[in-house]
């Protein structure tokens, strides 16, 4: 009633082709442990309390370590359905070749870091309803801060509204990165049967635009007339 504990195990070989797209790595070992408890406190405003620990581990089939990550989080929902997750984490990732990060670079290596997050999300079954999440610590070599924050909006049964923005400041040892990223989205159903949707996406470190619309009709079960239209635009 209270408890909730799993855990799992798998091993991916080499030769297994990952070509479907659900099995995204191979040549790996995978452990996955979780231990959290629910809890209905005597507190007017809480619905329940949820503290929990996982821990994340992938080796090669050689038994090198690949990544590992162990988290303590807590989770706290309220009466009114909003939630407010806090997280604490140690991350280990190996990085088989160097990558770049704006005009920096991280270097191949080991690289052991932590990092804290807090999240706040407004209850979904409202018209209106909100999240906000900050995030910070190591970055392999540097440091990184994120906030991000979005809504959305049931203005009636037939248009729905979404937002988002993210922003993230990366402090590596070649030189500081920021990186925002804005999106919006508008959904129309004009029946049952037919609706259009319209997305727009701006990443500012590379100035671009991407605008994504489709017009979907339903014409039989399971058959769909989709009409698309997808721009990516180089600003500057």
């Given at each position: 009633?209270t408890?909730n504990?799993?855990?799992?195990?798998?091993?991916i070989?080499?030769?297994?082709?990952?070509a479907?797209?659900?099995?995204?790595r191979?040549?790996?070992?995978?452990?996955y442990?979780?231990v959290g408890?629910?809890?209905?406190?005597?507190?007017g405003?809480?619905q329940?309390?949820?503290p929990?620990l996982?821990y994340?581990?992938f080796?090669?089939?050689?038994?090198?370590?690949?990544?590992?990550?162990?988290q303590?989080?807590l989770?706290?929902?309220?009466l009114?359905?909003?939630?407010?997750?806090?997280?604490?984490?140690r991350?280990?990732d190996?990085?088989?070749?160097?990558?770049?990060?704006?005009?920096?670079?991280?270097?191949?290596?080991?690289?052991?870091?932590?990092?804290?997050?807090?999240?706040?999300?407004?209850?979904?079954?409202?018209?209106?309803?909100?999240?906000?999440?900050?995030?910070?610590?190591?970055?392999?070599?540097?440091?990184?801060?994120?906030?991000?924050?979005?809504?959305?909006?049931?203005?009636?049964?037939?248009l729905?509204?979404?937002g988002?923005?993210?922003?993230n400041?990366l402090?590596?040892?070649?030189?500081?990165?920021t990186?925002s990223?804005?999106s919006?989205?508008?959904k129309?159903?004009f029946?049952?049967?037919a609706?259009?949707?319209?997305?727009?996406?701006?990443?500012?470190?590379?100035d671009?635009?991407?605008?994504y619309?489709?017009?979907n009709v339903?014409?039989?079960p399971l058959?769909d007339f989709?009409?698309?239209?997808?721009?990516?635009?180089?600003?500057?």
């Amino acid at each position: 009633r209270t408890w909730n504990i799993s855990g799992l195990y798998r091993r991916i070989g080499d030769d297994f082709p990952p070509a479907v797209g659900f099995v995204r790595r191979r040549d790996i070992e995978h452990t996955y442990v979780t231990v959290g408890t629910h809890r209905r406190p005597p507190v007017g405003f809480l619905q329940e309390v949820n503290p929990y620990l996982e821990y994340d581990r992938f080796t090669d089939l050689g038994d090198t370590l690949v990544s590992r990550e162990l988290q303590a989080g807590l989770a706290l929902e309220f009466l009114s359905g909003a939630t407010l997750t806090g997280t604490a984490s140690r991350v280990y990732d190996l990085v088989d070749a160097p990558f770049a990060v704006g005009e920096g670079v991280v270097p191949a290596g080991g690289y052991e870091f932590d990092e804290a997050s807090l999240a706040f999300q407004s209850s979904a079954g409202r018209p209106f309803s909100a999240d906000l999440s900050v995030r910070g610590g190591g970055y392999y070599e540097g440091e990184r801060r994120s906030v991000g924050a979005g809504m959305r909006w049931l203005v009636s049964h037939q248009l729905a509204l979404t937002g988002s923005a993210d922003y993230n400041r990366l402090e590596l040892a070649d030189g500081t990165v920021t990186t925002s990223v804005y999106s919006g989205r508008i959904k129309y159903a004009f029946s049952t049967r037919a609706f259009v949707t319209l997305n727009v996406q701006y990443n500012q470190d590379v100035d671009q635009l991407v605008t994504y619309a489709r017009f979907n009709v339903i014409h039989g079960p399971l058959s769909d007339f989709f009409l698309v239209l997808t721009e990516r635009r180089q600003l500057g």
